[in-house]
């Protein structure tokens, strides 16, 4: 009997022939013209099947007209101009022109389509850009076996692209970690939380991976992406128009994600919204984030922050927008449950005593991609005291998931499905009024405010679940400065050790 070999899936085929045809383009370029061209592909693919039963002409599209663009609004499909539809450019693939006409298109479907204005990659005709690897990428594409609906080319090609997505950001290494949060970091921050209707925020949202995973998780629990509105802000331009498309592709509305390059603490976009859930992901430790300018704000309930260090603005940014019921899961570096730097400590005491947080974890190392920094997250809630969760206001969750995960390459480690649930199911477990939660040695504490108190008001898993803590207290700022400290005093020490040899050869020769 044969054999029979296990079938790649289409995303991993198309990735590694897509790489195959980036020769020297750097990924952070590439990204756009690979992205560019999938999301060209799906709002063709979606705006032809419209146009084939708007043509047709039966049952409620009796009498349409397939040129008029109302009917492709009303039906949430964007209006592509005959040019600029795949099969024109599919046809066209090789041809000298066909940087130039990709170009175009794009043009055209921004001009059909205001949502879009400003989004698409107009990258197409550079130089570096070969037409017979272009040609390549626009037939590879074309090979995406799609279903005959709306719905099955969104779920294939947003699988495809957000894969890519994450393809793209491990092959920049550092610098991917700027647009795209580990998949697996998302799925955890969205099941713990459940966001199952009402606003959803994220402040500094990437390319929009925390919506996404929001929109799956109505869609797994039979709920509706029309369930929750999205409101989100990016200072990134170039992240932000990746964000659009991903959205896009997804069916999410993003009007209402925008971006400037002042970011949310200069220019906060949304600053009368308040929501029932944040997701976010913000810069770890930034410490340029004009803190200097904004000593006065409004926002800061809980105590002044630093100006060398973003992350307590972040937590009282968070704040500001929850509703008297909503909650929030972010992510900040470890030293943020530690630090006793430019006020933190008072604003971290002022959150404990408020009853304001719900459960801190502890991550292991090598999650994210842009930094080794070790990171947490926390969970805070406005209302701890009632609603449809039991009454923990005297309580935090400690989970120290440290142990977890497994390592996707030699830098990179990710959650398995496994380790996700076993947090969320502890929180809930914890959280819920019908859970039964018990204490785990090792990974799980229930532990009251008072034992936080007696403890300095220290948040470090580590300390409550009784693992070890000698790594927990690491503080990566206070270590940072104690080296750099250490290094100026050593060149300090060889530009002295360096006069005196110069002074006694000086005199050596003078003899």
């Not at 492709?72 to 046809?91: C, G, H, I, S």
């Not at 999410?252 to 308040?274: T, Y």
């Amino acid at each position: 009997m044969a054999k029979t070999t296990k079938q790649e899936p289409i995303e991993k085929v198309m990735w590694a022939a897509a790489n195959k045809l980036r020769k020297n383009i750097d990924a952070a370029e590439y990204k756009h013209i690979v992205l560019g061209l999938i999301f060209l592909r799906y709002i063709s693919d979606s705006f032809e099947n419209l146009y084939a039963k708007l043509q047709a002409g039966e049952g409620d599209y009796a009498g349409a007209d397939p040129e008029d663009k109302d009917e492709y609004k009303a039906e949430n499909v964007f209006f592509v101009p005959e040019k600029a539809r795949w099969t024109y450019l599919q046809d066209n693939a090789k041809n000298p022109e066909i940087g130039k006409m990709v170009d175009s298109a794009m043009d055209d479907i921004e001009k059909e389509n205001p949502r879009l204005k400003g989004v698409l990659p107009k990258v197409f005709a550079r130089g570096n850009l070969d037409i017979n690897n272009l040609g390549g990428l626009i037939d590879l594409i074309s090979n995406i076996s799609l279903g005959q609906n709306k719905e099955r080319t969104s779920d294939i090609l947003g699988h495809v692209f957000e894969y890519f997505l994450g393809e793209f950001a491990l092959a920049e290494g550092q610098k991917g970690g700027q647009f795209y949060t580990p998949r697996s970091i998302v799925e955890l921050l969205v099941e713990m939380l459940e966001p199952y209707n009402g606003r959803v925020m994220d402040p500094c949202c990437g390319s929009g991976g925390m919506f996404v995973q929001s929109e799956k998780f109505l869609v797994q629990h039979q709920g509706k992406v029309d369930d929750i509105t999205i409101f989100g802000q990016e200072s990134n331009q170039t992240t932000w128009r990746l964000c659009k498309m991903n959205l896009a592709i997804r069916g999410i509305d993003s009007s209402l994600v925008k971006w400037n390059n002042e970011g949310s603490f200069l220019k906060n976009e949304h600053k009368d919204i308040k929501v029932d859930y944040i997701i976010a992901n913000p810069p770890f430790n930034d410490d340029d984030w004009s803190g200097e300018l904004l000593r006065t704000d409004a926002r800061w309930q809980y105590g002044t922050p630093p100006a060398g260090n973003a992350n307590y603005a972040w937590i009282q940014h968070f704040l500001y927008h929850l509703s008297p019921q909503g909650q929030a899961g972010f992510v900040l570096s470890k030293g943020s449950l530690t630090t006793k730097s430019g006020g933190e400590f008072e604003i971290r005491k002022n959150l404990i005593d408020a009853g304001l947080i719900d459960c801190v974890v502890n991550l292991p190392a090598k999650l994210f991609l842009n930094t080794q920094i070790p990171a947490c997250l926390w969970f805070m809630r406005k209302n701890r005291t009632n609603g449809k969760y039991r009454n923990r206001e005297n309580e935090i969750l400690f989970i120290d998931a440290r142990n977890l995960g497994h390592l996707i390459n030699r830098r990179t480690k990710e959650f398995a499905p496994e380790d996700i649930q076993q947090i969320v199911q502890t929180y809930h477990n914890w959280r819920n009024t019908d859970g039964v939660y018990e204490d785990i040695a090792g990974f799980c504490s229930s532990t009251l405010i008072e034992k936080v108190k007696e403890l300095d008001y220290v948040l470090t898993p580590g300390r409550y679940v009784g693992l070890p803590d000698d790594e927990d207290d690491f503080n990566f700022n206070e270590r940072f400065t104690a080296l750099k400290a250490e290094f100026e005093e050593q060149l300090k020490e060889e530009a002295a050790l360096n006069d005196r040899i110069v002074n006694n050869l000086n005199n050596i020769i003078l003899l």
